[in-house]
């Protein structure tokens, strides 16, 4: 079966940083996607890492280490619209099929 | 522009009623899929086309009936629709889809469906 998992909630004070981790099992990998979601609003793009590493998008940055099946996001910066549902995805390789995690909840307080 | 369109944002329907939901994209994608989402939980892939053909069906029950009359459109049929099916209903695009290439997906705003 396909296991991807992330913590359900963080809470996080504007101007900091928070690190979203995301752990996964799955048969097939091509990549993983991070996409962020705002309650009741289609999920927009993040970013996405195939190699080990890091990739640094302005305050974003999304680590990934294929031998561990782990990922994190790493949200610097943080401001109050930064507060959002925050997606894992792995991109399972045959028919470009996306499995998303549950999804965190980060709320940013002043 | 990594615009999806979606039609319409809410809707509402009775079990016996007959719907159809509507995704269209400009940026010359080629491949289309439609995604379920429930309240608090992520999508779930339920169909993708790829260069206009079904190439995937999540083993969606046949109320739902998709169909992707040219490159930029694709519809979701909706028949005899249960309560349990209300959902937020999704469509993205990506460049191509293939096997083992990595696209990325680009996702419409999405249609709130209540099925009363």
């Known amino acids: 079966g396909q296991n991807i998992d992330q913590p359900t909630e963080m809470t996080a004070t504007e101007g900091a940083i928070v690190q979203i981790n995301c752990t996964y099992q799955?048969?097939?990998?091509?990549?993983l996607f991070w996409y962020q979601q705002h309650a009741g609003e289609a999920p927009t793009f993040l970013s996405y890492n195939v190699l080990d590493g890091l990739e640094e998008k302005g305050r974003f940055s999304s680590f990934l280490s294929r031998s561990k099946g782990y990922s994190y996001l790493l949200l610097k910066e943080l401001q109050m619209k930064d507060s959002a549902s925050y997606l894992c995805?792995?991109?399972?390789?045959?028919?470009?099929?996306?499995?998303f995690g549950g999804g965190t909840r980060v709320l940013v307080k002043p | 522009d990594t615009e999806v369109t979606q039609t319409p944002k809410h809707l509402v329907m009775g079990m016996t009623n007959k719907k159809s939901l509507k995704c269209e994209q400009h940026?010359?994608?080629?491949?289309m899929y439609w995604y379920k989402q429930k309240a608090k939980k992520p999508p779930e892939l339920m169909f993708v086309y790829s260069y206009e053909k079904l190439s995937i069906n999540e083993s969606v029950p046949s109320r739902f009936s998709p169909e992707c009359p040219n490159s930029s459109l694709l519809n979701l049929h909706l028949h005899a629709l249960q309560p349990e099916d209300s959902a937020l209903y999704l469509c993205?695009?990506?460049?191509?889809?293939?096997?083992?290439?990595?696209?990325?997906?680009?996702f419409g705003p999405g249609t709130r469906l209540t099925v009363l």
């Open positions: 993205a695009s990506s460049p191509r889809e293939a096997s083992g290439v990595l696209d990325t997906q680009y």
């Open positions: 940026m010359g994608h080629r491949a």
């Open positions: 995805a792995v991109n399972r390789a045959a028919g470009n099929k996306l499995t």
């Open positions: 799955t048969s097939g990998f091509n990549g």
